[in-house]
């Protein structure tokens, strides 16, 4: 009887951590309609647990939970039983200014665009922070999401598992020919992967101009330290890229974009084992974007590659009007343009060549990379003077040094919750290091703490100035040097 007791105890525990509530301030609501329907301009709605139901939002509010592993808005209990989307960001009403953070939508099932998340004309912003949207499916575009004539920001977020029967498989990002704005679609530190377009382009995402409405409104879409794998789109069956619109699709056609009313900014991204049934179009690829006005496709610091057969094209430049390309690491190419040479371009490369993992990893951040291996040809890679302003992080918000590497992931990137390094004045050697390394300065130093690249605390010593690490694993590691005038982060090579 006492054990039994016990699991009692311990499953009512548990039970109560993971269950459901929906709360503005002390005030809880059955569910997260209800607590819409009550909400006034700029108030925060506090959702925990699992909820089965479908959304609309048409406040200036925000949705916030604290982990989207636990905490998850459903349309169904399974995608297959589900009868639509399950978030409705309805901005028709006027210029709407909304959040969600830290919470998860999937399950969702529609037969109009965004199976998961429609922001439909929000001529404000929408921020998802921390969001991950998975398992979601639309009879027409933008399984993930679409983003029809709004302005977004999509920050550490993970796009996953979607499928779209036309375009658009992750993400569709388009204008709207009822929001009267130039939209800005801006994806940054983000993950979309294994994504599918089933009849059409764009297995990752789309950027497709509507050119339907004469190029009335434009789409601008900047993506950084994005990584973009394992996405499948077919152009067979549904005309491909001969749609009559203006696209750029993302992975098997995996990425499209279109002319004169579409631009897309890659920085710090890695496109990689996208496939098409078009082996031509197997990663970044474009439509009806032969355009001279205007650029409309940059690319600085990325690597794209289809496998380690060039026969991908992992990038085609059929029907694009590109800026600049520079220090990128590229794979099979198609019709690339001679204007770029001499930009720091290695083309026709493959994945081992550039040095990625082919499975994605958790090292620290919020979302998975494809990590580089150790003497990648992508690490320091980035020498090229681009002419913007870089990234000075990852996409695991981990720090970039002077010498960046080409790609989502920086090799050697320091978290930025150790803090920032101070000007404590020391060294290490020997680095690498066989079996210990010595702390030589002229501060004193007080403790040294050693991380693993996932910012795991692996051994601490104080008041020394060698330590042994004849116990680690052969591999990168940071030292944290800390002393009365400050700290210093070094990167250690064990071998």
């Known amino acids: 009887m006492k054990k039994t007791f016990t699991l009692l105890v311990l499953v009512m525990a548990m039970t109560s951590a993971i269950a459901q509530t ?49 905490d998850i808005i459903q349309a169904a209990a399974d995608q297959a039983s589900a009868t639509s989307r399950v978030v409705y960001v309805d901005g028709q009403s006027g210029a709407l200014t909304v959040t969600i953070e830290n919470l998860t939508f999937r399950n969702g099932n529609a037969t109009d665009h965004g199976g998961g998340v429609f922001a439909d004309k929000v001529t404000g912003l929408l921020t998802l922070e921390n969001v991950t949207i998975e398992n979601n499916a639309t009879t027409k575009n933008g399984g993930g999401m679409s983003t029809g004539g709004s302005n977004v920001n999509i920050n550490n977020c993970t796009i996953k598992n979607n499928s779209s029967t036309l375009t658009g498989g992750g993400l569709h990002i388009v204008p709207n020919n009822g929001a009267a704005i130039d939209a800005v679609v801006n994806v940054r530190n983000s993950l979309i992967t294994n994504n599918e377009s089933t009849s059409k382009t764009g297995g990752g995402f789309i950027v497709n101009g509507n050119h339907q409405y004469g190029d009335k ?62 082996i031509g179009k197997a990663g970044l690829a474009f439509a009806n974007g032969a355009a001279t006005t205007g650029p409309h496709f940059n690319l600085y610091n990325s690597i794209v590659v289809s496998d380690d057969d060039v026969a991908n094209k992992a990038l085609n430049f059929a029907a694009c009007n590109p800026h600049d390309i520079i220090n990128n690491m590229l794979g099979g190419l198609n019709a690339f343009p001679s204007s770029q040479d001499g930009n720091n371009n290695t083309k026709g490369k493959t994945a081992t060549f550039a040095g990625i993992a082919t499975n994605l990893t958790d090292e620290g951040g919020k979302v998975k990379v494809l990590a580089l291996t150790d003497g990648a040809n992508s690490i320091d890679y980035c020498t090229t003077v681009t002419g913007i302003a870089l990234p000075t992080i990852d996409a695991r918000t981990y720090s970039r040094d002077a010498s960046p590497d080409a790609g989502a992931y920086e090799y050697d990137g320091v978290p930025t919750s150790l803090g920032k390094v101070s000007a404590l004045e020391v060294s290490i050697s020997p680095n690498p290091a066989n079996d210990y390394f010595r702390v030589a300065g002229k501060d004193e130093v007080n403790r040294i703490n050693i991380y693993s690249l996932g910012g795991s605390l692996i051994k601490s010593e104080t008041y020394v100035s060698q330590v042994d690490v004849s116990e680690l694993t052969k591999g990168v590691y940071l030292v944290q040097i800390q002393g009365e005038k400050g700290e210093a982060i070094k990167k250690l090579v064990v071998k």
């Not at 809880?28 to 479908?54: F, R």
Request: include cysteine; proline fraction near 1%; aromatic fraction near 6%.
């Open 22 to 70: 929906v709360k503005i301030g002390g005030t809880t609501y059955n569910t997260i309609t209800e607590a819409i329907t009550a909400a006034v301009d700029n108030d925060v709605i506090d959702i925990t647990g699992l909820h089965t139901e479908a959304i609309t939002i048409n406040k200036n509010i925000t949705l916030r939970g604290t982990d989207p592993i636990t």
């Open 217 to 278: 409104y434009t789409i601008t879409a900047n993506f950084e330290n994005v990584t973009i794998t394992y996405n499948f789109a077919t152009v067979s069956g549904g005309g491909g890229q001969t749609l009559g619109v203006d696209h750029v699709a993302g992975g098997s056609e995996s990425v499209t974009i279109g002319d004169t009313n579409t631009s897309l900014t890659m920085v710090h991204c890695t496109v990689a084992y996208n496939t098409c049934d078009d």
